[in-house]
Protein backbone atom coordinates (compact mmCIF):
# COMPACT_ATOMS: atom_id res chain seq x y z
CA UNK A 1 0.00 0.00 0.00
CA UNK A 2 1.32 3.52 -0.91
CA UNK A 3 1.49 6.25 1.40
CA UNK A 4 0.25 8.81 -1.10
CA UNK A 5 -3.49 9.29 -1.86
CA UNK A 6 -2.56 9.12 -5.32
CA UNK A 7 0.09 7.62 -7.47
CA UNK A 8 -0.09 10.29 -10.15
CA UNK A 9 -1.47 13.48 -9.82
CA UNK A 10 -2.37 15.57 -12.56
CA UNK A 11 -3.06 19.57 -12.71
CA UNK A 12 -4.62 20.51 -15.77
CA UNK A 13 -7.06 18.67 -18.01
CA UNK A 14 -6.15 19.94 -21.42
CA UNK A 15 -4.35 18.11 -24.57
CA UNK A 16 -1.66 17.14 -22.45
CA UNK A 17 -2.88 16.07 -18.88
CA UNK A 18 -5.93 14.77 -20.14
CA UNK A 19 -3.65 11.85 -22.73
CA UNK A 20 -1.31 11.75 -19.81
CA UNK A 21 -4.17 10.87 -16.54
CA UNK A 22 -5.25 8.80 -19.20
CA UNK A 23 -2.30 6.41 -19.99
CA UNK A 24 -1.38 6.32 -16.55
CA UNK A 25 -4.50 4.97 -15.40
CA UNK A 26 -4.83 2.22 -17.86
CA UNK A 27 -1.33 1.37 -16.53
CA UNK A 28 -3.59 0.61 -13.22
CA UNK A 29 -2.37 3.24 -11.65
CA UNK A 30 -4.41 5.46 -9.09
CA UNK A 31 -4.61 8.43 -10.56
CA UNK A 32 -6.33 11.63 -10.31
CA UNK A 33 -6.82 15.15 -12.62
CA UNK A 34 -7.44 18.61 -10.75
CA UNK A 35 -9.21 21.15 -13.48
CA UNK A 36 -10.54 24.42 -12.45
CA UNK A 37 -12.93 24.86 -15.78
CA UNK A 38 -14.10 22.31 -17.59
CA UNK A 39 -12.49 19.43 -18.74
CA UNK A 40 -10.79 20.27 -22.79
CA UNK A 41 -8.21 22.52 -21.83
CA UNK A 42 -7.45 25.57 -24.27
CA UNK A 43 -7.75 23.44 -27.62
CA UNK A 44 -11.55 22.02 -26.77
CA UNK A 45 -12.77 24.98 -25.28
CA UNK A 46 -11.25 27.87 -26.48
CA UNK A 47 -8.52 27.06 -29.36
CA UNK A 48 -8.11 24.66 -32.01
CA UNK A 49 -11.24 23.50 -32.10
CA UNK A 50 -14.24 26.72 -31.89
CA UNK A 51 -11.73 28.33 -34.10
CA UNK A 52 -11.85 25.94 -36.84
CA UNK A 53 -15.61 25.82 -36.65
CA UNK A 54 -15.51 29.84 -36.91
CA UNK A 55 -12.92 29.20 -39.72
CA UNK A 56 -15.99 26.81 -41.24
CA UNK A 57 -18.62 29.79 -40.89
CA UNK A 58 -16.55 32.04 -42.37
CA UNK A 59 -14.87 30.37 -45.26
CA UNK A 60 -18.67 30.09 -46.53
CA UNK A 61 -18.67 33.81 -47.67
CA UNK A 62 -15.73 33.08 -50.14
CA UNK A 63 -17.25 30.02 -51.43
CA UNK A 64 -20.69 32.04 -52.21
CA UNK A 65 -18.23 34.27 -54.44
CA UNK A 66 -16.85 30.97 -56.23
CA UNK A 67 -20.50 29.70 -56.52
CA UNK A 68 -21.16 32.76 -58.29
CA UNK A 69 -18.48 32.42 -60.74
CA UNK A 70 -18.88 29.12 -61.48
CA UNK A 71 -23.10 29.55 -62.86
CA UNK A 72 -24.96 29.65 -59.60
CA UNK A 73 -25.41 33.37 -60.20
CA UNK A 74 -27.88 33.75 -57.30
CA UNK A 75 -26.13 32.57 -55.15
CA UNK A 76 -25.89 34.77 -51.54
CA UNK A 77 -24.86 34.18 -48.11
CA UNK A 78 -28.08 36.14 -46.67
CA UNK A 79 -27.32 37.16 -43.43
CA UNK A 80 -24.56 35.82 -40.80
CA UNK A 81 -26.85 35.03 -37.41
CA UNK A 82 -23.71 35.15 -34.79
CA UNK A 83 -26.22 34.15 -32.07
CA UNK A 84 -27.16 30.85 -34.03
CA UNK A 85 -23.60 29.79 -34.85
CA UNK A 86 -22.33 30.59 -31.11
CA UNK A 87 -25.21 28.20 -29.36
CA UNK A 88 -24.68 25.59 -31.68
CA UNK A 89 -20.79 26.07 -30.89
CA UNK A 90 -21.19 26.23 -27.39
CA UNK A 91 -23.63 23.05 -27.22
CA UNK A 92 -20.56 21.40 -29.23
CA UNK A 93 -17.85 22.24 -26.85
CA UNK A 94 -20.04 20.66 -24.10
CA UNK A 95 -20.71 17.85 -26.01
CA UNK A 96 -16.53 17.03 -26.24
CA UNK A 97 -16.23 18.21 -22.75
CA UNK A 98 -18.32 15.71 -21.80
CA UNK A 99 -16.35 13.02 -23.85
CA UNK A 100 -12.96 13.96 -21.94
CA UNK A 101 -14.41 13.70 -18.75
CA UNK A 102 -16.59 10.35 -19.92
CA UNK A 103 -13.15 8.91 -21.55
CA UNK A 104 -11.04 9.86 -17.88
CA UNK A 105 -13.89 8.44 -16.00
CA UNK A 106 -13.86 5.27 -18.42
CA UNK A 107 -10.36 4.92 -18.03
CA UNK A 108 -10.62 5.18 -14.25
CA UNK A 109 -9.34 8.51 -13.39
CA UNK A 110 -10.50 10.48 -11.19
CA UNK A 111 -12.22 13.87 -11.83
CA UNK A 112 -12.11 16.64 -9.31
CA UNK A 113 -13.13 20.12 -10.01
CA UNK A 114 -10.78 22.46 -8.26
CA UNK A 115 -7.91 24.73 -8.52
CA UNK A 116 -4.15 22.63 -7.38
CA UNK A 117 -1.79 24.67 -5.63
CA UNK A 118 1.62 23.05 -4.35
CA UNK A 119 1.57 22.46 -0.13
CA UNK A 120 4.89 20.79 -0.72
CA UNK A 121 6.60 18.60 -2.75
CA UNK A 122 4.02 15.77 -2.65
CA UNK A 123 1.14 18.01 -1.28
CA UNK A 124 -1.24 19.40 -3.25
CA UNK A 125 -4.65 21.87 -2.14
CA UNK A 126 -7.03 21.50 -4.07
CA UNK A 127 -9.77 25.21 -3.75
CA UNK A 128 -13.53 24.12 -5.21
CA UNK A 129 -15.07 27.40 -6.78
CA UNK A 130 -16.86 27.30 -3.30
CA UNK A 131 -14.40 27.81 -1.82
CA UNK A 132 -13.51 24.63 0.04
CA UNK A 133 -10.07 23.22 0.47
CA UNK A 134 -8.61 19.99 0.94
CA UNK A 135 -5.10 18.42 1.16
CA UNK A 136 -3.88 15.57 -1.22
CA UNK A 137 -0.50 13.57 -1.39
CA UNK A 138 0.52 12.12 -4.92
CA UNK A 139 3.87 10.41 -5.47
CA UNK A 140 4.52 11.42 -8.91
CA UNK A 141 3.11 15.12 -10.08
CA UNK A 142 2.08 16.10 -13.78
CA UNK A 143 2.02 20.10 -14.25
CA UNK A 144 0.31 20.07 -17.53
CA UNK A 145 -1.78 23.91 -16.60
CA UNK A 146 -1.17 25.18 -20.05
CA UNK A 147 -0.82 29.12 -21.21
CA UNK A 148 -3.24 32.29 -21.22
CA UNK A 149 -3.28 35.67 -23.20
CA UNK A 150 -0.42 38.32 -22.61
CA UNK A 151 -1.64 41.47 -22.88
CA UNK A 152 1.52 44.37 -22.58
CA UNK A 153 1.77 46.27 -19.99
CA UNK A 154 3.09 49.71 -21.46
CA UNK A 155 -0.77 49.71 -23.44
CA UNK A 156 -2.93 51.97 -20.78
CA UNK A 157 -6.33 50.68 -21.15
CA UNK A 158 -5.66 47.36 -22.67
CA UNK A 159 -6.73 45.85 -19.42
CA UNK A 160 -10.29 47.36 -19.50
CA UNK A 161 -11.03 47.25 -23.22
CA UNK A 162 -8.40 44.61 -25.15
CA UNK A 163 -10.27 41.66 -26.02
CA UNK A 164 -8.30 38.04 -26.28
CA UNK A 165 -8.38 35.41 -28.00
CA UNK A 166 -10.91 34.09 -24.98
CA UNK A 167 -13.37 36.23 -25.76
CA UNK A 168 -13.44 36.02 -29.51
CA UNK A 169 -15.80 32.71 -29.24
CA UNK A 170 -18.52 34.61 -26.96
CA UNK A 171 -18.86 37.78 -28.17
CA UNK A 172 -22.31 39.86 -27.42
CA UNK A 173 -22.60 40.74 -30.95
CA UNK A 174 -19.81 41.13 -33.98
CA UNK A 175 -18.02 44.16 -34.37
CA UNK A 176 -18.57 46.10 -37.24
CA UNK A 177 -14.47 46.53 -37.65
CA UNK A 178 -11.73 45.17 -35.52
CA UNK A 179 -8.48 45.96 -34.80
CA UNK A 180 -5.85 42.96 -34.23
CA UNK A 181 -2.74 43.45 -32.46
CA UNK A 182 -0.11 40.74 -33.05
CA UNK A 183 1.51 38.96 -36.15
CA UNK A 184 1.48 35.04 -34.72
CA UNK A 185 -1.15 32.43 -35.39
CA UNK A 186 -3.65 34.00 -33.33
CA UNK A 187 -3.55 37.42 -35.28
CA UNK A 188 -3.63 36.30 -38.35
CA UNK A 189 -6.08 33.37 -38.27
CA UNK A 190 -8.89 35.61 -36.42
CA UNK A 191 -8.22 38.30 -39.02
CA UNK A 192 -9.25 35.37 -41.86
CA UNK A 193 -12.44 34.92 -39.70
CA UNK A 194 -13.80 37.95 -38.87
CA UNK A 195 -12.91 39.26 -42.17
CA UNK A 196 -15.26 36.42 -43.60
CA UNK A 197 -17.87 37.02 -41.44
CA UNK A 198 -18.24 40.71 -42.93
CA UNK A 199 -15.95 42.25 -39.82
CA UNK A 200 -13.72 45.41 -41.52
CA UNK A 201 -10.13 44.39 -40.18
CA UNK A 202 -6.99 46.16 -39.76
CA UNK A 203 -3.75 43.86 -38.41
CA UNK A 204 -1.69 45.66 -36.93
CA UNK A 205 1.57 44.73 -36.19
CA UNK A 206 4.77 46.16 -34.42
CA UNK A 207 7.75 44.41 -36.87
CA UNK A 208 8.21 44.77 -40.46
CA UNK A 209 6.40 41.40 -41.61
CA UNK A 210 3.85 39.43 -40.08
CA UNK A 211 4.37 35.63 -38.64
CA UNK A 212 7.69 36.12 -37.60
CA UNK A 213 10.13 32.53 -37.21
CA UNK A 214 8.03 31.43 -41.02
CA UNK A 215 10.05 31.20 -44.06
CA UNK A 216 10.23 34.88 -45.57
CA UNK A 217 8.54 34.42 -48.80
CA UNK A 218 5.61 32.26 -46.98
CA UNK A 219 5.21 35.74 -44.75
CA UNK A 220 5.24 38.04 -47.76
CA UNK A 221 2.80 35.66 -49.93
CA UNK A 222 0.23 35.36 -47.12
CA UNK A 223 0.51 39.27 -46.45
CA UNK A 224 -0.27 40.09 -50.06
CA UNK A 225 -3.17 37.08 -50.23
CA UNK A 226 -4.90 38.83 -47.16
CA UNK A 227 -4.67 42.44 -48.69
CA UNK A 228 -5.95 40.86 -51.79
CA UNK A 229 -9.20 39.81 -49.74
CA UNK A 230 -9.58 42.82 -48.35
CA UNK A 231 -7.92 42.59 -44.88
CA UNK A 232 -5.79 45.94 -44.08
CA UNK A 233 -2.18 44.75 -42.59
CA UNK A 234 -0.14 48.26 -40.85
CA UNK A 235 3.24 47.15 -39.59
CA UNK A 236 5.79 49.01 -37.71
CA UNK A 237 2.67 50.00 -35.30
CA UNK A 238 2.49 49.81 -31.47
CA UNK A 239 -0.58 50.94 -29.77
CA UNK A 240 0.30 53.02 -26.79
CA UNK A 241 -3.32 53.90 -25.84
CA UNK A 242 -6.76 52.60 -25.82
CA UNK A 243 -9.57 54.91 -24.68
CA UNK A 244 -13.13 54.40 -25.04
CA UNK A 245 -15.36 57.31 -26.97
CA UNK A 246 -18.82 57.71 -27.22
CA UNK A 247 -18.97 59.99 -30.18
CA UNK A 248 -21.19 59.25 -33.06
CA UNK A 249 -23.96 56.64 -32.50
CA UNK A 250 -21.88 54.17 -30.63
CA UNK A 251 -18.93 53.78 -28.64
CA UNK A 252 -15.94 52.68 -30.00
CA UNK A 253 -12.19 52.59 -29.26
CA UNK A 254 -10.03 55.38 -30.15
CA UNK A 255 -6.41 53.64 -30.65
CA UNK A 256 -3.20 55.78 -30.50
CA UNK A 257 0.06 54.47 -32.03
CA UNK A 258 3.77 54.66 -31.12
CA UNK A 259 3.74 57.42 -34.03
CA UNK A 260 0.80 60.08 -32.75
CA UNK A 261 -1.38 58.65 -35.46
CA UNK A 262 -4.87 57.26 -34.35
CA UNK A 263 -7.83 54.77 -35.65
CA UNK A 264 -11.13 53.84 -34.69
CA UNK A 265 -12.38 50.59 -34.66
CA UNK A 266 -15.55 48.94 -32.95
CA UNK A 267 -13.27 46.13 -30.93
CA UNK A 268 -9.77 45.80 -30.19
CA UNK A 269 -8.31 41.85 -29.94
CA UNK A 270 -5.37 41.56 -28.53
CA UNK A 271 -2.82 38.30 -30.02
CA UNK A 272 0.28 39.64 -28.47
CA UNK A 273 1.11 35.92 -27.47
CA UNK A 274 0.60 34.01 -24.42
CA UNK A 275 2.20 33.32 -20.87
CA UNK A 276 2.16 30.04 -19.21
CA UNK A 277 -0.23 29.92 -16.58
CA UNK A 278 1.87 29.44 -13.68
CA UNK A 279 0.65 31.68 -11.61
CA UNK A 280 -1.23 30.41 -8.50
CA UNK A 281 0.39 27.41 -8.32
CA UNK A 282 2.14 28.12 -5.35
CA UNK A 283 5.67 26.64 -6.93
CA UNK A 284 7.67 28.67 -4.36
CA UNK A 285 6.60 26.20 -2.16
CA UNK A 286 8.40 23.27 -3.93
CA UNK A 287 11.78 25.71 -5.16
CA UNK A 288 10.74 25.93 -8.94
CA UNK A 289 11.26 29.49 -10.35
CA UNK A 290 10.27 30.45 -13.76
CA UNK A 291 12.45 31.12 -16.55
CA UNK A 292 12.20 34.25 -17.94
CA UNK A 293 9.10 33.55 -20.13
CA UNK A 294 7.53 32.51 -17.31
CA UNK A 295 7.94 28.52 -18.29
CA UNK A 296 8.53 25.67 -16.07
CA UNK A 297 12.60 24.44 -16.50
CA UNK A 298 12.39 20.89 -17.25
CA UNK A 299 14.64 18.33 -18.97
CA UNK A 300 14.35 16.55 -22.44
CA UNK A 301 12.42 14.39 -20.54
CA UNK A 302 9.80 16.70 -19.29
CA UNK A 303 10.84 16.06 -15.70
CA UNK A 304 11.94 19.47 -13.34
CA UNK A 305 14.30 20.00 -10.85
CA UNK A 306 12.59 17.62 -8.86
CA UNK A 307 12.59 13.94 -9.97
CA UNK A 308 8.96 13.01 -9.27
CA UNK A 309 7.75 16.08 -10.74
CA UNK A 310 7.10 16.72 -14.55
CA UNK A 311 5.80 19.21 -16.69
CA UNK A 312 4.24 18.88 -20.28
CA UNK A 313 2.37 20.93 -22.73
CA UNK A 314 2.39 24.94 -23.29
CA UNK A 315 3.25 25.60 -19.40
CA UNK A 316 7.03 24.44 -20.52
CA UNK A 317 7.10 26.80 -23.81
CA UNK A 318 8.72 24.52 -26.14
CA UNK A 319 6.03 24.25 -28.81
CA UNK A 320 2.78 25.05 -28.18
CA UNK A 321 0.74 22.88 -30.36
CA UNK A 322 -1.70 20.21 -28.93
CA UNK A 323 -0.57 17.38 -31.06
CA UNK A 324 2.91 18.29 -28.54
CA UNK A 325 1.32 18.37 -25.94
CA UNK A 326 -0.23 14.80 -26.61
CA UNK A 327 3.12 13.45 -27.41
CA UNK A 328 4.88 15.09 -24.61
CA UNK A 329 2.48 13.07 -22.38
CA UNK A 330 3.01 9.85 -23.95
CA UNK A 331 6.87 10.12 -23.42
CA UNK A 332 6.01 11.16 -19.94
CA UNK A 333 4.55 8.32 -19.40
CA UNK A 334 6.95 6.21 -21.15
CA UNK A 335 9.26 7.65 -18.62
CA UNK A 336 7.67 8.15 -15.55
CA UNK A 337 5.76 4.60 -15.53
CA UNK A 338 7.25 2.82 -17.81
CA UNK A 339 11.11 1.93 -17.58
CA UNK A 340 11.20 3.43 -20.57
CA UNK A 341 12.50 6.83 -20.85
CA UNK A 342 11.23 8.98 -23.73
CA UNK A 343 12.25 12.56 -25.09
CA UNK A 344 10.18 13.73 -27.49
CA UNK A 345 12.17 14.75 -30.65
CA UNK A 346 11.06 18.14 -31.84
CA UNK A 347 12.59 17.87 -35.24
CA UNK A 348 10.46 18.20 -38.18
CA UNK A 349 6.77 18.85 -36.27
CA UNK A 350 4.69 20.17 -39.54
CA UNK A 351 2.17 23.04 -38.09
CA UNK A 352 -0.81 24.90 -39.94
CA UNK A 353 -2.16 28.35 -39.69
CA UNK A 354 -5.65 28.20 -40.07
CA UNK A 355 -5.16 31.65 -42.03
CA UNK A 356 -7.38 32.33 -45.02
CA UNK A 357 -5.41 31.13 -47.45
CA UNK A 358 -3.63 28.50 -44.69
CA UNK A 359 -0.50 27.80 -44.25
CA UNK A 360 1.39 24.45 -43.83
CA UNK A 361 4.87 24.54 -43.02
CA UNK A 362 7.42 21.46 -42.02
CA UNK A 363 11.72 21.98 -41.69
CA UNK A 364 13.57 24.31 -41.99
CA UNK A 365 13.08 27.70 -43.78
CA UNK A 366 15.32 29.21 -46.45
CA UNK A 367 16.76 31.37 -42.92
CA UNK A 368 17.40 28.63 -40.74
CA UNK A 369 19.19 26.35 -43.50
CA UNK A 370 21.10 29.44 -44.09
CA UNK A 371 22.12 30.20 -40.20
CA UNK A 372 22.76 26.21 -40.05
CA UNK A 373 25.60 26.47 -42.82
CA UNK A 374 23.29 24.22 -45.21
CA UNK A 375 23.90 24.66 -49.10
CA UNK A 376 20.83 24.29 -50.37
CA UNK A 377 18.38 24.62 -53.33
CA UNK A 378 14.89 26.22 -53.77
CA UNK A 379 12.31 24.78 -55.89
CA UNK A 380 9.20 27.11 -55.81
CA UNK A 381 5.67 27.74 -57.70
CA UNK A 382 3.47 30.35 -57.42
CA UNK A 383 0.46 29.37 -59.23
CA UNK A 384 -3.81 30.07 -59.85
CA UNK A 385 -5.87 27.02 -58.23
CA UNK A 386 -7.67 25.70 -61.31
CA UNK A 387 -10.73 26.87 -59.30
CA UNK A 388 -9.60 30.04 -59.09
CA UNK A 389 -8.47 30.60 -62.36
CA UNK A 390 -11.97 30.14 -63.80
CA UNK A 391 -13.80 32.23 -62.02
CA UNK A 392 -10.93 34.91 -63.14
CA UNK A 393 -9.88 35.19 -59.53
CA UNK A 394 -6.33 36.26 -58.95
CA UNK A 395 -5.51 34.29 -56.02
CA UNK A 396 -2.40 32.36 -56.13
CA UNK A 397 -0.99 29.09 -54.52
CA UNK A 398 2.52 28.99 -53.33
CA UNK A 399 4.75 26.02 -52.82
CA UNK A 400 8.25 25.75 -51.87
CA UNK A 401 10.61 23.31 -51.20
CA UNK A 402 14.00 23.33 -50.04
CA UNK A 403 16.27 20.37 -50.95
CA UNK A 404 20.16 19.56 -49.56
CA UNK A 405 22.67 20.19 -52.31
CA UNK A 406 24.86 17.42 -50.49
CA UNK A 407 21.95 15.03 -49.63
CA UNK A 408 19.02 15.68 -52.14
CA UNK A 409 17.19 15.55 -48.74
CA UNK A 410 13.78 17.87 -48.65
CA UNK A 411 14.80 19.60 -45.49
CA UNK A 412 11.10 22.48 -45.50
CA UNK A 413 8.52 22.01 -47.54
CA UNK A 414 6.12 25.39 -46.94
CA UNK A 415 2.80 25.91 -48.67
CA UNK A 416 0.04 28.56 -48.87
CA UNK A 417 -3.21 28.32 -50.01
CA UNK A 418 -6.01 25.49 -50.63
CA UNK A 419 -5.77 22.74 -48.19
CA UNK A 420 -2.25 23.60 -46.78
CA UNK A 421 -3.10 21.97 -43.73
CA UNK A 422 -4.44 19.31 -44.74
CA UNK A 423 -1.50 18.32 -47.52
CA UNK A 424 1.18 19.24 -45.06
CA UNK A 425 -0.27 16.69 -42.62
CA UNK A 426 1.85 13.95 -45.05
CA UNK A 427 4.33 16.12 -46.56
CA UNK A 428 5.76 15.70 -42.95
CA UNK A 429 6.17 12.46 -43.28
CA UNK A 430 7.98 12.68 -46.14
CA UNK A 431 10.24 14.91 -44.32
CA UNK A 432 10.37 13.19 -41.17
CA UNK A 433 11.53 10.31 -43.53
CA UNK A 434 14.08 12.42 -44.95
CA UNK A 435 12.99 11.28 -48.26
CA UNK A 436 15.17 13.04 -51.33
CA UNK A 437 13.65 15.40 -54.14
CA UNK A 438 14.22 12.16 -56.42
CA UNK A 439 11.61 10.02 -54.44
CA UNK A 440 9.36 12.84 -53.70
CA UNK A 441 9.80 13.43 -57.95
CA UNK A 442 9.37 9.71 -58.34
CA UNK A 443 6.44 9.82 -56.62
CA UNK A 444 3.52 10.12 -58.92
CA UNK A 445 1.28 12.82 -59.66
CA UNK A 446 -2.30 12.90 -58.31
CA UNK A 447 -4.04 14.92 -61.24
CA UNK A 448 -6.05 17.03 -61.07
CA UNK A 449 -4.53 18.92 -57.53
CA UNK A 450 -2.87 21.79 -56.36
CA UNK A 451 -0.53 19.05 -54.40
CA UNK A 452 0.75 17.40 -57.43
CA UNK A 453 3.07 20.46 -58.02
CA UNK A 454 5.18 19.25 -54.76
CA UNK A 455 6.61 15.81 -57.33
CA UNK A 456 6.78 18.07 -60.11
CA UNK A 457 9.07 21.20 -59.44
CA UNK A 458 11.48 21.63 -61.88
CA UNK A 459 13.51 24.98 -61.90
CA UNK A 460 15.87 25.28 -58.81
CA UNK A 461 15.53 29.37 -57.53
CA UNK A 462 18.61 31.17 -57.01
CA UNK A 463 19.35 31.74 -53.91
C1 LIG B 1 -6.97 30.58 -30.16
C2 LIG B 1 -6.05 29.38 -30.17
C3 LIG B 1 -6.03 28.54 -31.26
C4 LIG B 1 -5.19 27.44 -31.28
N1 LIG B 1 -5.20 26.65 -32.40
C5 LIG B 1 -4.39 25.58 -32.45
C6 LIG B 1 -4.41 24.72 -33.58
O1 LIG B 1 -5.14 24.95 -34.55
N2 LIG B 1 -3.60 23.64 -33.58
C7 LIG B 1 -2.77 23.36 -32.52
O2 LIG B 1 -2.07 22.35 -32.57
N3 LIG B 1 -2.73 24.16 -31.43
C8 LIG B 1 -3.52 25.25 -31.37
N4 LIG B 1 -3.50 26.05 -30.26
C9 LIG B 1 -2.59 25.72 -29.16
C10 LIG B 1 -3.17 24.60 -28.28
O3 LIG B 1 -4.48 24.94 -27.88
C11 LIG B 1 -2.28 24.38 -27.06
O4 LIG B 1 -0.96 24.16 -27.49
C12 LIG B 1 -2.73 23.18 -26.23
O5 LIG B 1 -4.06 23.33 -25.81
C13 LIG B 1 -1.81 23.02 -25.00
O6 LIG B 1 -2.25 21.97 -24.20
P1 LIG B 1 -1.86 21.90 -22.66
O7 LIG B 1 -2.30 20.55 -22.19
O8 LIG B 1 -0.47 22.30 -22.46
O9 LIG B 1 -2.72 23.02 -21.96
P2 LIG B 1 -4.26 23.40 -21.99
O10 LIG B 1 -4.99 22.73 -23.09
O11 LIG B 1 -4.31 24.88 -21.94
O12 LIG B 1 -4.83 22.79 -20.63
C14 LIG B 1 -4.48 23.28 -19.37
C15 LIG B 1 -5.65 23.05 -18.42
O13 LIG B 1 -5.20 23.28 -17.10
C16 LIG B 1 -6.23 23.94 -16.36
N5 LIG B 1 -5.56 24.60 -15.22
C17 LIG B 1 -4.68 25.63 -15.25
N6 LIG B 1 -4.21 25.90 -14.02
C18 LIG B 1 -4.82 25.02 -13.17
C19 LIG B 1 -4.75 24.77 -11.78
N7 LIG B 1 -3.91 25.46 -11.00
N8 LIG B 1 -5.53 23.81 -11.25
C20 LIG B 1 -6.38 23.08 -12.03
N9 LIG B 1 -6.46 23.24 -13.36
C21 LIG B 1 -5.69 24.19 -13.93
C22 LIG B 1 -6.82 24.89 -17.39
O14 LIG B 1 -8.12 25.30 -17.04
C23 LIG B 1 -6.80 24.03 -18.65
O15 LIG B 1 -7.99 23.31 -18.80
C24 LIG B 1 -4.35 27.16 -30.19
C25 LIG B 1 -4.37 27.99 -29.06
C26 LIG B 1 -5.21 29.09 -29.05
C27 LIG B 1 -5.22 29.98 -27.85
N1 LIG C 1 -2.89 26.80 -35.96
C1 LIG C 1 -2.21 26.57 -34.85
O1 LIG C 1 -1.57 25.55 -34.69
C2 LIG C 1 -2.22 27.59 -33.75
C3 LIG C 1 -3.18 28.58 -33.72
C4 LIG C 1 -3.16 29.50 -32.69
C5 LIG C 1 -2.20 29.41 -31.71
N2 LIG C 1 -1.28 28.42 -31.76
C6 LIG C 1 -0.21 28.33 -30.74
O2 LIG C 1 -0.43 29.28 -29.75
C7 LIG C 1 0.71 30.12 -29.64
C8 LIG C 1 0.28 31.49 -29.27
O3 LIG C 1 -0.28 32.16 -30.40
P1 LIG C 1 -0.15 33.73 -30.52
O4 LIG C 1 -0.59 34.15 -31.86
O5 LIG C 1 -0.77 34.34 -29.32
O6 LIG C 1 1.39 33.94 -30.29
P2 LIG C 1 2.59 34.14 -31.28
O7 LIG C 1 3.78 34.02 -30.45
O8 LIG C 1 2.47 33.30 -32.50
O9 LIG C 1 2.41 35.65 -31.73
C9 LIG C 1 2.40 36.70 -30.81
C10 LIG C 1 2.43 38.01 -31.57
O10 LIG C 1 2.30 39.09 -30.66
C11 LIG C 1 3.29 40.05 -30.92
N3 LIG C 1 3.58 40.73 -29.66
C12 LIG C 1 4.24 40.22 -28.61
N4 LIG C 1 4.34 41.13 -27.64
C13 LIG C 1 3.71 42.24 -28.07
C14 LIG C 1 3.48 43.51 -27.54
N5 LIG C 1 3.95 43.84 -26.34
N6 LIG C 1 2.79 44.40 -28.29
C15 LIG C 1 2.34 44.07 -29.50
N7 LIG C 1 2.53 42.87 -30.06
C16 LIG C 1 3.22 41.98 -29.36
C17 LIG C 1 4.45 39.25 -31.46
O11 LIG C 1 5.32 40.07 -32.20
C18 LIG C 1 3.73 38.21 -32.31
O12 LIG C 1 3.44 38.70 -33.58
C19 LIG C 1 1.38 30.03 -31.02
O13 LIG C 1 2.75 30.35 -30.95
C20 LIG C 1 1.13 28.62 -31.37
O14 LIG C 1 2.13 27.82 -30.78
C21 LIG C 1 -1.27 27.52 -32.76
Partial sequence: MTKYDYDLFVIGAGSGGVRAARLAAQLGLKVAVAEEDRPGGTC??????????MVYASEVSEQVHYAQGFGWKDASTGAFDWNSFRTTNNAELDRLSQIYTANLVKAGVEVIAAHAAFKDEHHLILTTKQGGERVVSAKTILIAVGGWPFLPQHCPGVAEHGLTSNDMFNL????????IVGGGYIAVEFAGIMHGLGVDVTLLYRGQKILRGFDDDVRDHLASEMALRGIKIRTQLDPVHLKKTDEGQKSQMLITMNDGSTMLADQVLYASGRKPKT?????DAIGITPDVHGAIPVDSFSRTSHKHIYAIGDVTNRMNLTPVAIREAVAFVETAFKDNATA??????PTAVFSQPQIGTVGLTEAEATEKGIAYDVYQTRFRSMKTAFIGGESRIYMKLIVDQKSDVVLGVHIVGGEAGEIIQIAGVA????????????TCAVHPTAAEELVTLKDKRAV
Fill in 279 to 283: EGLNL
Fill in 344 to 349: YDYENI
Fill in 172 to 179: PELPKSLA
Fill in 44 to 53: VLRGCVPKKF
Fill in 431 to 442: VKARLTKAQWDA
